[in-house]
């Protein structure tokens, strides 16, 4: 039994260090839980279940305190998204119509709607990759951008894509891998260097995504659906994520179909597929 | 008899369990389980019971002390911290609110504009 | 060149060179059509010279096409346009230039030109036209299909057209058959150097058309404060 307990916390300290904890924090907590196990005369396994899942639990339980979703208790800060009336025309199909939104830093709107009813066209506009057809867009401080897919080179390492994004702000390729490194492991994601990103699962495509998004530690974040492909507790760490954002003082606009998240959302933008005139 | 009670209503109120259990005494894991177990809670798997507990102490309302055992090797005991105190109080105000919300409505007694609970009542508690 | 536009090469070099494939058929293209007539010397090193313009424009044209999304991400996180296309650009050009030092040498041991410049120089523009070449229809087209094929067509009319017709005057490749007639024919020196003055045209006007496209297709919406 004493073999079965020794793997099973091996298994335990791979699985925290493989979701972004310190490996010493790792290494503590899975020989805690063995002696703990074997304290009260019972198998790990049976005690805890199985380590992988476990260490999930862990580390969920180890985030940064969970904001109370309340709202600030400072005023929001200044304007970083204004939009007035703002349309958008692809030859007679209308896509959107009169949108109306004001994002201020600290603040968090979502845009709902279903398909085709021009989300990722409204986020695009927000971005700067499209332009309107009519309408008022105003925009303060830096930006990033999370696009639903692509938007990613398949033959680079998540780590390349690090020094990439980091290196057009002008980071230095150690300041870009470490800061990538610590925003992934927000999203219970350690990245394993040499591994393509062709190579990885879409749901770790996506945390590259959202890591590649914040890396310049942007004003106001622009999500479009990051969470496609996320398990339930990764889904969980991204809405974290997103109120962490916020209480740090930045904008977040995500687009998003699940209506789960909304009571906590500052603003909500309803958009319907239009008829087109 | 063994109440069923579904795991997700006890999830949400979990942390309060374990806080008031700790405010009674201080404890360890499988003591904890024990005791919600003895108030009729079912069986709350160590796997959701001890990161419950790294929770709190992670946020400081509950701090964790090693003890040998009688039986030799060491336990980890858990003990509410200062902050722990006052915030239990806080939660157990917050939840005898909730509560009795709940309490009102499944027993009909909320009066609505239609009138919905005084017609549909089950009678006095 | 810019640390950013340093990372972009760098990146870019790193992305091709996991292409097994691609390198290989890089290698196979311009050296088949070197083989293929090798039974006359001019015009195996005419074909040789244009087949790596072509796979040169052609390695170009796909990278630009298939990092758009990418770039376009990158310009929203505020990367400037000049740093994402130089970079690109070099690494092209870096790796053309590998290809051509690698066919300079085999010309040199399967065939006797002398004197020896004019095959370098054959090498050097192909590579030096073809990147913006590459790059600027990458730039303006939208997709990869309209692109390979519009390449095809200028790379397919340089080689059918009479160099003597305006019509291969007009065409980035026409210093190919030029520099053939100092390098094969024995013709003199002003035929070289009308080569290279043709080229250094041809990189100028498409440098500064790959720019322009490179520009527009990744250009944001300038967007006011609030």
């Avoid at chain 1, 004001?102 to 009813?117: D, L, M, P, Q, Y």
């Avoid at chain 2, 019971?49 to 039986?71: D, F, I, K």
Wanted: proline share 4%; with cysteine; hydrophobic share 45%.
């Amino acid at each position: 039994m004493r073999d079965h307990a020794d793997e099973w916390a091996r298994h335990l300290d791979e699985a925290l260090v493989d979701l972004g904890i310190q490996p010493a924090v790792a290494q503590r907590l899975a020989a805690e839980s063995v002696e703990e196990a074997r304290v009260s005369g019972v198998a790990p396994r049976d005690l805890f279940g199985p380590a992988v899942l476990y260490a999930r639990q862990l580390q969920g339980a180890l985030l940064p305190a969970e904001s109370t979703g309340s709202p600030t208790a400072s005023a929001p800060g200044r304007t970083l998204l204004q939009l007035r009336g703002v349309t958008k025309r692809y030859g007679r199909r209308s896509v959107l119509r009169g949108v109306d939104l004001t994002v201020r830093a600290g603040e968090v709107a979502a845009i709902v709607g279903s398909n085709g009813s021009g989300k990722s066209t409204l986020l695009r506009i927000c971005a700067g990759l499209t332009r309107a057809s009519s309408g008022e867009v105003r925009r303060a401080g830096r930006v990033g951008y999370v696009p639903q897919d692509g938007g990613l080179a398949e033959l680079l390492t998540a780590h390349e894509h690090f020094m990439l994004f980091g290196a057009l702000q002008g980071m230095s390729a150690g300041r870009a891998v470490c800061t990538g490194e610590q925003l992934a492991s927000r999203l219970a994601w350690r990245p394993t260097r040499d591994v393509l990103v062709q190579h990885l699962s879409g749901g770790t495509r996506q945390k590259l995504n959202v890591v590649l998004g914040e890396i310049h530690r942007p004003d106001l974040l622009l999500l479009d659906e990051p969470y496609q492909g996320f398990d339930h507790g990764s889904y969980v760490d991204f809405w974290h994520q997103v109120y962490g954002w916020r209480d740090a003082g930045a904008g977040v606009v995500v687009v998003t179909h699940l209506m789960h998240e909304l009571d906590r959302a500052d603003h909500v933008v309803e958009l319907t597929t239009g008829a087109g005139e | 008899m063994e109440r069923q009670v579904p795991q997700q209503w006890l999830h949400g109120f979990l942390d309060l369990c374990l806080l008031s259990l700790l405010e009674e005494r201080r404890d360890y894991g499988l003591g904890l389980i024990q005791r919600l177990e003895e108030a009729g809670l079912g069986s709350v798997p160590g796997g959701t019971l001890y990161p419950a507990l790294v929770r709190l102490e992670s946020q400081g309302y509950v701090s964790a002390s090693w003890e040998t055992s009688v039986s030799g090797p060491r336990r980890k005991y858990f003990s509410l911290s200062a902050t722990g105190r006052a915030t239990v109080a806080d939660q157990q105000r917050r939840w005898h609110d909730f509560r009795d919300g709940i309490e009102a409505v499944v027993s009909g007694q909320v009066t609505g504009v239609g009138g919905i609970g005084a017609g549909h009542g089950r009678g006095a508690k | 060149m810019s640390a950013a536009a340093r990372v972009v090469t760098e990146m870019t070099l790193r992305e091709l060179g996991r292409r097994r494939t691609v390198l290989i058929l890089l290698v196979l293209l311009p050296l088949s059509f070197y083989l293929a007539r090798r039974d006359l010397p001019g015009q195996s090193l005419r074909m040789l010279e244009l087949g790596l313009g072509w796979a040169v424009s052609t390695l170009a044209l796909f990278s630009t096409v298939a990092a758009r999304d990418l770039d376009q991400r990158l310009r929203v996180a505020g990367a400037r346009v000049r740093d994402i296309a130089l970079g690109r650009l070099v690494a092209v050009v870096a790796i053309g230039l590998v290809l051509g030092v690698s066919y300079a040498v085999l010309v040199a041991l399967d065939q006797d030109f002398h004197p020896y410049d004019g095959v370098l120089v054959g090498l050097g523009v192909v590579v030096v036209v073809g990147a913006p070449l590459g790059m600027a229809l990458g730039a303006i087209l939208p997709k990869e299909l309209e692109g390979a094929l519009a390449l095809m067509v200028v790379l397919a009319v340089q080689m059918l057209a009479d160099p003597a017709e305006l019509l291969a005057k007009v065409l980035p490749f026409w210093a190919v058959p030029e520099i053939g007639y100092y390098t094969v024919d024995g013709a003199g020196q002003d035929y070289l150097w009308r080569g290279v003055a043709h080229a250094g045209v041809s990189v100028a006007v498409l440098c500064t058309v790959a720019a322009v496209a490179a520009a527009a297709r990744l250009r944001l919406v300038k967007l006011p404060e609030p």
